[in-house]
């Protein structure tokens, strides 16, 4: 026993090194990682420090990277040592090429801690201005930014300013962020409706298990008001925002009218969830059941569609080139985005998925795990916020699974039978994305299901399906009604087995549990921790004895 476990260890240690090395050889996949964990840990400490504008402390962690980095240059021997046919060298040029990328990571580390100490200070910075605006009557003009999160009692609308808002001395400048507005679920509001709220102003608090003031400042909110009253003008009178984005969910709402006129809830909204990534509201039952069986991801506003629709067309496309049916997927997905609205979270899983389908359309099907980590570095340089976005994890969460945990799945299988090829294209995508997503939709939802990962394997082959159907009928409406109400049925009919399927896991009241917020950190932490180690140890490597990265000498 205690062989066999010295065994699985040292493979452990030899595979383990060898990613290490291989992210050593690539320095583009190296400083991007490096980035994205810098950005990460530098809002974990800088959120936790007062006065964190003092220059000076970043300049000196920079530094002291740059130093530590030379001073155990003797570790590398260590960490990577020398193979033959490396293209390390030892000597002079192995401690210049040392020095140089000590001083790259030091850099990027640098810009990493500067891009969050300046976010960290612009947080500080307004929530210093917007205590002059609380606790007493404002009138402001403004504009509805985006699309009303509906609640079963009331509605959230974010607000932006359309002039500085003035009192006294004290001047809240219009782009200091967004107004969250609480008013009740039965208005009706359109995006880019200019309106004047009347109300009281007051800083968000946190409640004792959920730091939702935090969760607000990521969305760039500092203030609420709630009960207003208000005045609002007519679209067709006055309307402000982006044109473009208002003429899609203008589009955007008149078909899910139409959804709604031949589809019965609750298949209606979850058909305009899975389609256009609009949170609908369900029934506190229904909404209870589908936490419990683990689909809460499919319904929400998550870039988690998006990896359902390229599996999809990689099976409906099978048959043409694979230059040709790249291009045709970078096509639909964002035809997908218009559809959504150009919805934000939907628009960042199109980049990040359109970064993958690039690297594929090379030839180098290798290149995804590197443009994968870069993408991202990219997106959290710009905007370093989106690093707590949901949909924004869940799509590259999601995408991490195809790439890593399906080839393990596909192996397995191979080893054992090469029948089933359903298993090949339904189940194992669904059980890959579904376990790489655990983690994140853990910490979003709290809830931990045992029935996660079969009733995803159940019904996401069919909600593949519903997609593909949703879609033909909503492009035949206008051309043959009739050939488009016999693909709404079959839309609906799977949309029905979705509900019974949740509804009859629901109903057995076990195998979920709610987490409490103390424990999520931790919880996510440990299934993370494991999907690395189980990739890292089962990943098939193609020649593994005379693979690069994996021998010592």
């Known amino acids: 026993m205690f062989h066999k476990l010295e065994s699985i260890f040292n493979v452990f240690i030899r595979k383990a090194r060898g990613v290490v090395r291989y992210i050593n050889d690539y320095k583009g996949l190296q400083l991007s990682v490096i980035y994205i964990i810098s950005t990460y840990i530098s809002f974990g400490i800088l959120r936790n420090i007062k006065g964190i504008g003092t220059i000076g402390l970043i300049c000196l962690l ?9 001073l155990f240059l003797p570790l590398r021997n260590i960490f990577l040592p020398k193979r033959r046919g490396s293209i390390r060298e030892d000597g002079p040029k192995g401690r210049v090429h040392f020095f140089a990328t000590s001083v790259v990571i030091a850099v990027t580390v640098f810009v990493a801690v500067v891009k969050a100490a300046l976010v960290c200070n612009h947080s500080v910075d307004v929530e210093q201005m917007v205590r002059g605006f609380t606790g007493c009557q404002h009138s402001f ?3 509805i930014y985006d ?6 009692r ?5 607000f932006r300013l359309l002039e500085d808002l003035v009192v006294g001395d004290e001047i809240l400048d219009k782009n200091h962020g967004y107004i969250l507005v609480k008013t009740e679920n039965y208005e009706k509001f359109s995006v880019g409706q200019v309106c004047t709220f009347t109300g009281t102003l007051v800083e968000p608090e946190g ?3 959920f730091d939702y003031k935090q969760y607000l400042k990521n969305n760039n909110i500092f203030l609420i008001m709630e009960d207003p009253t208000f005045y609002c ?3 067709s009178q006055r309307r402000a925002g982006n044109t473009i984005k208002n003429y899609l969910i203008d589009l955007k709402e008149r078909i899910i009218k139409k959804v709604d006129l031949i589809v019965q809830e609750p298949q209606s909204s979850l058909l305009v969830g899975i389609l256009f990534g609009k949170k609908r509201l369900f029934s506190t039952e229904f909404d209870k059941n589908v936490r419990v069986a683990g689909v809460s991801h499919i319904v929400s506003a998550s870039g988690y569609n998006i990896t359902i629709l390229v599996l999809i067309l990689n099976k409906i496309l099978f048959f043409l080139p694979k230059k040709i049916k790249i291009i045709l997927g970078l096509i639909v997905i964002w035809l997908f985005a218009i559809f959504s609205g150009f919805s934000s979270s939907i628009v960042r899983a199109c980049i990040m998925s359109s970064f993958s389908h690039i690297a594929l359309l090379t030839g180098r099907n290798n290149t995804i795990h590197i443009t994968l980590p ?9 905007d370093p916020l989106i690093i707590y976005d949901i949909g924004f994890l869940l799509s590259i969460s999601a995408t991490l699974g195809l790439v890593y945990l399906l080839p393990i799945f596909l192996s397995f299988k191979e080893k054992l039978t090469k029948k089933y090829k359903f298993l ?7 059980m890959s994305c579904t376990i790489s997503t655990l983690p994140i939709s853990v910490s979003t939802f709290k809830t931990f299901s045992m029935w996660s990962v079969p009733v995803n394997a159940m019904v996401l082959p069919v909600i593949e399906g519903t997609m593909l159907w949703g879609v033909l009928s909503l492009l035949a409406n206008g051309i043959h009604k009739p050939l488009s109400l016999f693909f709404i049925s079959i839309a609906n009919l799977q949309l029905k087995y979705f509900e019974y399927t949740v509804n009859i896991i629901g109903k057995l009241n076990i195998g979920a549990w709610e987490i409490p917020d103390q424990n999520v950190f931790f919880i996510s932490l440990i299934l993370t921790l494991s999907i690395i180690l189980i990739s890292i140890y089962h990943y098939p490597v193609e020649n593994e004895k005379y693979n690069y990265y994996l021998k010592d000498r």
């Open 62 to 70: 920079s530094m002291s990277v740059v130093v530590g980095l030379i």
């Open 424 to 430: 090949d294209e339904y189940v194992f995508p669904t």
């Open 147 to 152: 699309e009303p999160d509906r609640k079963h």
């Open 141 to 143: 003009e403004g504009y």
């Open 233 to 235: 003008w007519d679209i």
């Open 154 to 158: 009331y509605q959230h609308i974010e």
């Open 374 to 382: 870069l993408a991202s570095a990219i997106f959290v340089f710009f």
């Open 207 to 209: 409640f004792e298990e």
